[in-house]
Every structure is written in C-alpha cells, then in structure tokens.
C-alpha cells in the first residue's frame, strides 16, 4: 500500500472452499512453489504456504470466514484515511526496531492499533449505514 511501510514480504489471502480439506488446493499450489508451513486449525483454520524462495505468505481460508472481511476493510480503511495510515505505519516502524524471538510476537504487539484503528472503521461503517469505504473528513 503507498504510503506504507512493510517487510519485503508480500502477504497474499487465498480464500478456499475449505482450508481444512488440503487436498483440494495444497497439491496445486505445490506444483507452482509453495509450501504448506503453518495450520492453525484453532483460528479460523487458517493455512499458511510460502514459496521456496521466500519473499510471499499466502493465507489461506475457508469462504465467509470473519476474518477475511475484517482484512479487507482494515486495508480499505487505511487507504481512505491518512491519519490511520500514519498511525499504523509510525507503530510498525516502531515495533520492527525491536528484536524479536518470533515473528508472531511483532504482529501481536500491533493489535492494540489495529483493533483501535478498526473501531473507528466499524463506527463510521455503521454511521454511514453501508458496508463501503467512507472518505477522510
């Protein structure tokens, strides 16, 4: 996203009939690079491959999970508002400065201004009575 900092790692969402029934998109994903390297069958029974080479996380899914709906208006919230984006962007900058033993631990720290940032998303959503993105006032 402009205007933002990131990892020189893509983050990709691939949403999947069920991401619990590998057998159906795994072997495919294979043939093209990846690897299948995390299950978190406790959240949301998300998936994550990665090609060999690195550089990409590829999420994977099941369709209607909350969780992909709740991405999608976080990203479409920070590109419609600049302020958020900074907000975010001063915190990941921040928090990538510290050493971490796992990585999972940097994406934990940022969930105060993530949730924070998403009330204010979901407040307006509801305000404005659509699902859409508003603009910044």
């Not at 993530?114 to 204010?120: A, G, H, P, Y």
Request: with cysteine; aromatic share 8%; charged share 30%.
């Amino acid at each position: 996203m402009p205007g933002l900092s990131a990892k020189p790692v893509i983050d990709m969402v691939l949403v999947v009939e069920a991401s619990p029934d590998e057998a159906s998109y795994v072997p495919a994903l294979e043939g093209v690079g990846f690897t299948l390297r995390i299950r978190e069958p406790d959240w949301y029974e998300h998936r994550m491959l990665s090609p060999r080479e690195g550089g990409a996380n590829l999420h994977v899914f099941t369709a209607g999970c909350p969780e992909v709906e709740k991405m999608v208006r976080f990203r479409d919230w920070l590109r419609g508002h600049e302020t958020d984006r900074a907000l975010y962007d001063r915190t990941k900058r921040e928090l990538a400065a510290r050493t971490w033993k796992y990585v999972q631990h940097y994406a934990d720290a940022k969930t105060a201004v993530v949730e924070e940032i998403m009330t204010r998303a979901d407040a307006s959503r509801v305000a404005e009575g659509s699902p859409g993105m508003p603009t910044e006032r």
